[in-house]
Every structure is written in C-alpha cells, then in structure tokens.
C-alpha cells in the first residue's frame, strides 16, 4: 500500500463518519449515548451476564475506564451490577428493561441510517464491505 493510498482512505472514513452524522438525527435521546456505550449495552444483551473486564477488554480500555462508563450506564438505569454468589470480587452486569429498550431502539435508528446509506451500494459491493471490514476488525 502506498502512503496516497493509507492517506485516501483515512480521508473516506473521515468523509463517510461526517456524511452518516449529518444523516443521524442527534435530536433523538437515542443519539445522546456515545457509541461506546450503545456497544457495550449491545455486548451485554447478546450474552446476558458479564463480568467487567469483558466489557474493557471488548472495548480495548483500562479497566478504571470500563468502571466509569458502567458507572454512568447503572446510574441511567441502563445496567445492573450484581455480584459472584461465590466470589464477591466478580462483577457481573445485566441490562435492566430499560437499558434493553434504549438498546434496541439506538441499534434500529442507527440501522435506518446505515441502510440508507448502503442502498447507494449494490448487494455484491456490500458484502464486499463486511468481508473488508470483518477482516480490518481482526
């Protein structure tokens, strides 16, 4: 790859976030979450309990920073903490009905938008795309 190239592309991803964010509509409560979180919420409804340093390690954060965004999803009521009946240093976490409903609602807005965006896009080149970034993402 030539640095043109890696310059290139580097400036689309920059000009394909702006284009999706001027399409989002940052009214929505949906949207006030930073996509960290949603992801995290996401994370923990896929697997239904999990302990904390899943969600760092998810996440490629500290631990410390996992905490402090937990912190704020408990206290939004998006998240339940519960401890290790047999060891009380394991925290896990569970999404309250809440924070499933906020979940959902933010996957599906953001699938609206994403959806749009792919119809300029044929079948073939979208499945192109996810094996892309599938293999970007390893």
Request: with cysteine; net charge positive; glycine share 4%.
């Amino acid at each position: 790859m030539t640095e043109n190239s890696a310059e290139k592309i580097v400036s689309l991803f920059f000009s394909v976030s702006r284009g999706i964010k001027h399409k989002l509509d940052l009214s929505s409560p949906f949207f006030q979450l930073p996509l960290a979180h949603i992801e995290t919420l996401r994370l923990i409804g896929e697997q239904k309990r999990v302990p904390m340093k899943q969600v760092a390690d998810f996440l490629a954060i500290t631990p410390p920073s996992a905490t402090a965004l937990i912190d704020h999803l408990v206290k939004e009521g998006y998240v339940a903490r519960s401890a290790d009946k047999n060891d009380r240093r394991a925290v896990y976490l569970t999404l309250t009905k809440k924070g499933k409903t906020v979940m959902q609602k933010a996957v599906l807005d953001r699938c609206k938008v994403f959806k749009k965006l792919l119809g300029r896009i044929s079948a073939k080149e979208q499945l192109e795309l996810i094996n892309i970034l599938t293999k970007l993402a390893k």
